[in-house]
């Protein structure tokens, strides 16, 4: 008998078999979101998949589950460890927040609990002050940061996040040490921190600063990041003001799949979601909601996360 | 006086579907158990994405108005508080039901609910500008202040004695320290990966109301089966009416208090019809009836919920600074149309922003409506048999708690939280102090200690905390709730000693 119910398990099992690249997908595919409903990685997440139904995309829909909490780590440790790496279950990423958690302990992934499929979008951080700060350029920040070192406060949407890379970035490079303030309730009660005062300067999200400054609440005074951001060709970056900050504070948010997801169902999906993030109904909608998009493949986002994983060890040695 | 002129907008044959299906869908979605109105709008948005800005704001704005409506029928009902706004319905209008007066409550409830939506909404109207600037003069002392003062109030709410109130708002402070903490990123008390993200507070709240009252049914048994059946009251809506116009002081103080609270970015609607329901009892003439089917007690929360909608989009159409999490939704919604809350919003786009705005409020009458109408009907639930009826709540609670993210850990913890609270009310402490204790720990000590790390920067803790107006002003509340505590339990202490050396 229990020979019996072996043997048809394993008929079972050869019945359903390795998925096959030219059938993948047969039925509708989930993509985990770890932060909320209305946040800017699931309402980007949302743009970006709604044309997986077409013929030319993956011929089937993506569904966003969200699995917020803890900054990210509830999600993501959530598919590293539980979820089927069948290529059916998806996930946003984002860099630097993964990484930098991981290198920090406490959670059960790394970049090598993941393999990326493509990336959407670039977020840059961006320092912003009040409206009717004194501050006018990075110069009058640092300036003022070297002249009160532990003074300056600078609220952020949390630790090992961009914005807190970013600086700590620039803390680095001017021999500054400000007073980073870390927010609960992510961006947006960063940059309430900002208009209403209670700080002095803060880091946020290229595109939410945008916003503030369009209604004039804020003023923006660098980008770091490697060039001028599109929305705001008038902004120097952080380079271009003297402060050697890089890219990597860069919040970049992308597609991935868990670590043993069968190589030609990654290929295809390699193949194919960049092309589906490259819809011209995409990249409007991306462009109405004021989100930079950033679209690269999975052999630039491996070389991404390497790089990411490398300056963040140096960075976060320290702390 | 510009939102007159843009009324026309709101009934346009397909402005207007929109808007009776999003009342309607509203009402249904928060009526469901484990849907929040922060669910529900992100529900509704892939929707938007073919509409006209205006319609999906139209869309959007209902189902908010609605949802926090709608909560309060299996709150009343069922005793499933539908999002953290309707805690505060449950503690009388669950009560209500039982003594088969679940059709008034309803009524009453959809009734505060509108004057309270309307009130919101006419002052996010009329008053922007003016709570634009209030909303941003409160720091992080200041919130640390106010959910101390949300604190003050658990020792008298829904609880027979203050030391049993103190000790299960405390267990609920422990429980919200679970988790990642927010701002510093380390572990506490993670034993499970499912408690990794702290405890949900929806999840939780339907363990701790529902699972108690599901085990006591089940504990019953099946005999005296056909004695539980409850009579149905009939209850005319002009009668419901009526009483409402009696109870100005708890509709008045419920109103006011939502809108005050609701303004608050990060407080918001969770507390608001906790703090209001305490305040109406404090003030009111009968404070013994509150927590035994009393009507004011439903009146205060339910105008409180829902006049703390139109408040809390103040700082999100003015700022563009989501105050709440379902400000936060509608942000994306109109964002995906291009549009920029903030003075854009209201100079480039009129339309959007008037339309949307009064959407809400006809959408306020549309509810009652709806509301009035459903009541009667949905009072006869109370009718269903006590074994029957302990099934189905079951099943609710497990479809609500899994249904919040996806999740069955938010289902084991709904098990263990519930199961915990059956003991725990057995030696007569509530469910209410103890969700009050959860909501706001996270609040006070995430402000205590961003607030302390600007302070260490700039002024020093000391005076970061303790001076300023605001400040002072919030202490003094602080001291004033304590201190009518204290006296009002000496005052009931030595009257019982009385009484028992007469007896």
Redesign the interface.
């Known amino acids: 008998m229990k020979r019996m119910i072996a043997g048809i398990a394993l008929a079972l099992m050869s019945l359903t078999g390795p998925v096959v690249a030219e059938e993948f997908p047969e039925r509708p595919i989930m993509m985990m979101v770890s932060y909320?409903?209305?946040?800017a990685t699931?309402?980007q997440a949302?743009?970006v998949t709604?044309t997986s139904g077409n013929e030319d995309a993956l011929g089937m829909p993506i569904a966003i589950?969200?699995?917020?909490?803890?900054?990210g780590?509830?999600g993501w440790?959530?598919f590293a460890?539980q979820a089927e790496a069948d290529g059916y279950t998806l996930a946003a990423y984002n860099v630097p927040h993964f990484i930098a958690?991981s290198i920090?302990g406490?959670v059960e992934y790394s970049t090598d609990s993941f393999e990326p499929i493509a990336n959407w979008g670039a977020d840059p951080a961006v320092f912003v002050v009040g409206a009717d700060s004194q501050f006018n350029s990075m110069e009058d920040v640092v300036a003022y940061a070297k002249e009160n070192p532990?003074?300056?406060?600078v609220s952020g949407a949390?630790?090992?996040v961009g914005h807190h890379i970013a600086a700590l970035q620039i803390d680095k490079a001017a021999g500054t040490k400000m007073?980073y303030?870390?927010?609960?309730?992510g961006g947006?009660?960063a940059?309430?921190?900002v208009?209403?005062g209670?700080?002095m300067g803060g880091i946020n999200n290229l595109s939410d600063a945008f916003?503030?400054q369009?209604?004039?609440?804020v003023k923006i005074l660098g980008v770091a990041d490697l060039e001028r951001s599109s929305f705001l060709p008038d902004i120097p970056t952080m380079m271009e003001q003297g402060l050697d900050v890089d890219n990597s504070s860069v919040n970049f948010r992308g597609v991935m799949v868990p670590k043993g997801t069968p190589q030609d169902v990654i290929d295809k999906l390699a193949a194919t979601v960049p092309e589906m993030f490259a819809n011209d109904r995409v990249t409007k909608?991306m462009k109405?909601?004021?989100?930079p998009m950033h679209i690269m493949t999975r052999d630039e986002v491996k070389e991404m996360w390497a790089q990411r994983q490398q300056t963040l060890n140096e960075l976060l040695a320290g702390l | 006086m510009e939102f007159i002129y843009y009324f026309g907008e709101v009934f346009t044959p397909l402005s207007f579907l929109l808007l009776l299906g999003g009342t309607i869908g509203g009402l249904i979605l928060g009526a469901t158990p484990g849907l929040s109105p922060t669910m529900a709008v992100a529900l509704l948005i892939p929707f938007t994405f073919q509409l006209e800005a205006a319609q999906g704001l139209i869309l959007l704005g209902a189902a908010y108005t609605s949802t926090v409506a709608g909560g309060a029928v299996s709150a009343i009902l069922l005793k499933i508080p539908g999002a953290p706004a309707n805690i505060a319905t449950t503690l009388d209008g669950h009560t209500m039901a039982k003594q088969g007066q679940g059709a008034r409550a309803l009524q009453l409830s959809f009734l505060a609910s509108a004057v309270g939506g309307v009130f919101g909404v006419l002052l996010l109207i009329f008053l922007t500008p003016v709570l634009a600037k209030w909303a941003l003069a409160f720091g992080p002392s200041h919130l640390f202040w106010l959910a101390i003062l949300g604190v003050t109030v658990i020792g008298t709410l829904d609880s027979p004695s203050v030391v049993k109130g103190l000790l299960s708002g405390c267990i609920g402070l422990w429980l919200a320290t679970i988790g990642f903490d927010d701002i510093m990123g380390a572990q506490r008390f993670i034993f499970h990966p499912a408690l990794g993200g702290g405890i949900n507070i929806i999840a939780a709240l339907i363990g701790l109301f529902a699972i108690p009252q599901v085990l006591t049914m089940f504990a019953k048994g099946r005999h005296n089966k056909g004695a539980e059946v409850i009579e149905v009251q009939r209850h005319s809506i002009l009668a419901a009416i009526r009483e409402l116009t009696s109870r100005t002081r708890a509709l008045g103080i419920g109103t006011l208090t939502g809108s005050i609270i609701g303004l608050i970015p990060g407080v918001g609607g969770q507390i608001a019809g906790l703090v209001a329901y305490d305040q109406t009892k404090k003030f009111s003439a009968e404070k013994d009836k509150f927590g035994t089917g009393h009507s004011e007690g439903v009146i205060a929360a339910e105008s409180a919920n829902n006049a703390m909608v139109g408040p809390s989009l103040v700082p999100l159409l003015t700022l563009s600074i989501p105050g709440s999490p379902t400000a936060a939704v509608l942000l994306g919604g109109l964002l995906i149309h291009g549009i920029f809350p903030g003075s854009d919003l209201f100079d480039n786009h009129p339309d959007v922003a008037w339309t949307f705005i009064n959407s809400m409020l006809i959408g306020q009458v549309l509810m009652c409506i709806f509301g009035l109408y459903v009541a009667g009907l949905a009072a006869r639930v109370a009718q269903v048999p006590q074994s029957v009826m302990a099934a189905i709540v079951l099943a609710l609670s497990v479809f609500g708690a899994y249904s919040v993210q996806g999740s069955m850990g938010d289902v084991y913890v709904m098990a263990c939280l519930g199961i915990s609270m059956f003991f725990l009310e057995r030696f007569g402490f509530s469910a209410a102090p103890l969700v009050l204790g959860l909501i706001l720990g996270p609040i006070a000590e995430a402000n205590f200690i961003q607030g302390g790390m600007i302070a260490d920067a700039t002024v020093g803790k000391a005076s970061y905390f303790l001076t300023g107006g605001l400040n002072l002003l919030l202490i003094a509340v602080v001291l004033a709730s304590v201190a009518y505590s204290v006296w009002m339990e000496l005052l009931h202490r030595r009257y019982t000693t009385k009484e028992e050396a007469q007896a």
Not at chain 1, 65 to 71: C, L, T, V
Not at chain 1, 150 to 153: D, Q, R, V, Y
Not at chain 1, 181 to 185: E, L, M, R, S
């Open positions: 909320g409903a209305g946040g699931d309402f949302r743009i709604m589950i969200n699995k917020p909490g803890a900054g780590r509830v440790n959530w460890t958690q920090k406490g532990g003074k300056l406060t949390g630790l090992f007073a303030i870390p927010t609960k309730g947006a009660a940059m309430k921190a208009i209403a209670e700080v916003r503030a369009e209604a004039g609440n909608k109405a909601g004021g989100s």
